[in-house]
């Protein structure tokens, strides 16, 4: 009796998504270039902020608190975004349980079934699930080292135009050290995207783990930051650039569409423990020593991978990212990335084909629409000593695939 | 353009929902008997767990967790349910951000859009835009002293199925201490409608938030101890007995809709540091001794609560609860609850008029399908002496109501 009532949105999520691999279900020798996991010795100290936050803001912390999210938390969020560019203030801020959380429930407040949405061809895997469960059909562009490329969107929309076909819900990017390709979109096609999108009145949902988890470089205006008309969502988090285990995110949006996620967040608003802990620490002077300090850790790590990487595996063409966690690796076209995953894991080493995130096709992982000739490596949880381990053992079973 | 893009979900959403109130949002004066806010000297001292999950446990609590939650603490929740007659193992457990987004994944689960749910007639109201968001049609229900009405709920099933409509999708409700009426299901009506369920295959989902928190009076079975075949999904909170700033829940329910709910969970793990926490706390001696305190606490404010409802609005009709937060009143049949509560608001007491908590009728305040002549009362958040205040306050506003 079970089975047949489970609704077709369950039954639509697939299970050929990677599962995160937690640090307890390791081998020992197992090295996790598949991780997004932070690295340890970047886990900071919260004591003494958890200890102010249950004593001191007890009946803040421990009681319920608004869905929005604890005003202070929403005004010095508002205050980083505007020293990023922004001009909003804290009504146009609403808490989130992590970024996933955001950008549900954007999809509940824009999408109905059938619906299509823009994504990158390649895209951040973890959302295609999400996106997936509303149904939706998937407008895949193309993107190079500038990140989305605009005119091919543009292209993509007037063809559907004239295919009478309906425009798409929104456009979804990671446009800072994109996920996995480690681009990041130049100012001039974050202009062109924001004034396509507010032309063709789609919504843009910017999605922003990575962004201040730069290594070199300036800072590219933020989409939201160029919004001039309020259609972009901007979606952040606190896992990249705090510890992943808070679990708190935040959407920034136009005040009036601020007020329709909250109807739609049901949970009974996000902890007011979590957000005063985070509060206290963002605007403690450990907050900008320990930004710096994962920057420093994060660059040393990406340039260890990348000479490993250009000495180990030649044959890889690689983009060197200014942030982020991941270097994304484009092999010979006759070179199957997903074998290339199978026998590193054999060999203990966990890496991610490239073929899981391209929307479309990830979730039929034997069909051949995903070009499979890419991986992706995460130097984020990896030690140096583990990143050039792996490395060497990515060489050794790279030379019977690629034959 | 922004406003002829929201999808119709948010717009079912209604604003007629009372916001609960905030305690930095209270007049001094005011007298907040609409709150299912926790009593202050209750919110239990929690620095010693954060501090042993925040060092000893920091590479557990501040990564990323499995989305299923802590494997101790779901081990730990089966356990009490087990102690509590159930017959389950922590496969069975799914960690959620609070009862209401337990609430939500369910829905997410099994409904699509011009479904039909049971509820009670009252219901708790914040389940109703919910449930609402999912576009559901519902089939009220009546219920007395003993708890939903099971023939009732038989007849209603059989005439559906007369006229050729489908059968609900899910039967929900807060068998302890429901909230609003402060009735405990008896255990022949819980046998009965789980029998019923079984029989017509509907799944049950069983709201929990109040069972510990019990006065008096032997546990009546959950609904889930009863449960031979795998149609209860029971849904459970830490807000009531430990704090509601936790913001965690849990589902428990047959491992293969566990595993299905777990792939609509898509928030990246609740937050690890506070699933810690809550388990330190649940294994420590403070625990039960925090318990008994909120027992005693409660029964204490209820009395009083009762003995002033009885003293100053005789003409008020309520059933003594045997735990929970709220004592329901009665009027005569011509007495206005909304007004009522609108007069009391202007003297200083929040109260929540019955006429919310109808699921059909809730959301159109003016129409007059549901009943009008009952209050909610809340006594958790007001202090002894603002329970005799408020009554007092209440009696002073009914005349002219009653007149």
Redesign the interface.
């Known amino acids: 009796?079970?089975e047949n009532?489970?609704?077709?949105?369950?039954a639509a999520?697939s299970?050929a998504f990677p599962a995160?691999h937690?640090?307890?279900e390791l081998g020992a020798d197992v090295i996790p270039f598949d991780s997004?996991?932070?690295a340890?010795q970047l886990?900071?100290?919260?004591?003494g902020f958890?200890?102010a936050a249950?004593?001191v803001h007890?009946?803040?912390?421990?009681?319920?608190?608004?869905t929005q999210g604890q005003p202070e938390l929403r005004s010095w969020l508002a205050d980083l975004m505007n020293g990023d560019g922004c001009a909003i203030g804290p009504e146009n801020v609403l808490i989130v349980?992590?970024?996933?959380?955001g950008?549900?429930l954007i999809c509940?407040?824009?999408?109905?079934e059938g619906d299509s949405i823009v994504v990158t061809a390649p895209t951040y895997f973890?959302a295609i699930?999400?996106f997936r469960?509303f149904g939706v059909e998937f407008i895949e562009v193309a993107q190079d080292g500038e990140g989305l490329e605009v005119e091919a969107l543009a292209r993509a929309l007037e063809a559907r135009r004239t295919a009478g076909k309906p425009a798409p819900?929104l456009i979804y990017n990671v446009a800072d050290f994109h996920n996995p390709t480690g681009a990041t979109m130049s100012e001039a096609r974050r202009r062109a995207l924001v004034a396509l999108a507010q032309r063709e009145?789609i919504?843009v949902v910017e999605d922003t783990p990575y962004r201040r988890v730069r290594f070199e470089g300036g800072d590219v205006p933020s989409l939201k930051s160029l919004d001039e008309?309020?259609?972009v969502f901007h979606v952040g988090t606190f896992?990249k650039l705090i510890?992943?285990?808070?679990?708190i995110g935040w959407v920034a949006a136009?005040a009036?569409?601020i007020a329709?996620l909250i109807?739609?967040k049901?949970?009974?608003?996000?902890?007011?423990?979590?957000q005063r802990i985070i509060y206290e620490f963002g605007r403690s002077p450990a907050f900008a020593a320990h930004v710096a300090r994962v920057q420093e850790v994060y660059r040393e790590r990406r340039d260890r991978m990348i000479e490993a990487v250009r000495l180990c595996l030649p044959e890889a063409r690689l983009s060197v990212p200014e942030g982020g966690y991941y270097v994304w690796l484009t092999l010979p076209s006759h070179v199957d990335g997903d074998a290339f995953a199978a026998r590193a894991a054999a060999a203990g080493v966990n890496i991610i084909p490239g073929s899981k995130f391209f929307a479309s096709a990830a979730a039929h992982p034997r069909n051949d629409l995903a070009p499979r000739h890419h991986v992706r490596l995460s130097y984020s949880y990896a030690t140096p000593e583990q990143i050039d381990e792996g490395v060497r053992r990515l060489a050794a079973v790279y030379e019977p695939v690629a034959a």
Chains 1, 2 share one sequence.
């Open positions: 009796m079970i009532r489970f609704a077709r949105r369950a999520l299970t995160p937690f640090p307890s997004g996991f932070a340890p886990l900071p100290d919260l004591t958890a200890e249950l004593t007890r009946e803040e912390t421990l009681q319920y608190s608004a349980n992590g970024a996933k959380h950008l549900e509940r407040l824009l999408l109905d973890t699930p999400i469960s819900k009145e919504f008309s309020g259609i896992s510890a992943p285990g808070l679990r136009e009036e569409l329709r109807q739609l049901s949970d009974g608003g996000s902890s007011p423990l979590m």
